[in-house]
Nanobody
Framework: QLQLAESGGGLVQAGGSLRLSCAAS????????LGWFRQAPAKEREFVAT????????DYADSVKGRFIISRDSAKKTVHLQMKSLKYEDTAVYYC?????????????????WGQGTQVTVSS
């Protein structure tokens, strides 16, 4: 069982940066792959980034490659999403998720646990 709690969202101007964090509680943290997804109003939830259980593999959506970086801090049971050069179209609720397979996954249905989300609003 894992509980996930996101933080770090907010309002930022286009071109700015934000760092999202997701704190996990539960013994299964070390085995889980972590992912970030986002959902904009009237749109489906979409994949953003993922990192495997050991932190040795990552993957990103094409729309965020070169701008976002995912990382995990095993000691603190936290995964981060560093976002820079933010665009208006990055505006969404961002969700943290955990996949007990341990491997990077880009499909939402592959994830077993989800946080409540944090709002990111980018003003143009």
């Amino acid at each position: 069982q894992l509980q996930l709690a996101e933080s770090g969202g907010g309002l930022v101007q286009a071109g700015g940066s934000l760092r999202l964090s997701c704190a996990a509680s539960g013994a299964a943290w070390g085995n889980a792959a972590l992912g970030w997804f986002r959902q904009a109003p009237a749109k489906e939830r979409e994949f953003v980034a993922t990192i495997n259980w050991s932190g040795t593999q990552v993957d990103y959506a094409d729309s965020v490659k070169g701008r976002f970086i995912i990382s995990r801090d095993s000691a603190k049971k936290t995964v981060h999403l560093q976002m820079k050069s933010l665009k208006y179209e990055d505006t969404a609720v961002y969700y943290c998720a955990a996949a007990m397979s341990g491997q990077i996954r880009v499909v939402a249905s592959s994830y077993d646990y989800w946080g409540q989300g944090t709002q990111v609003t980018v003003s143009s």
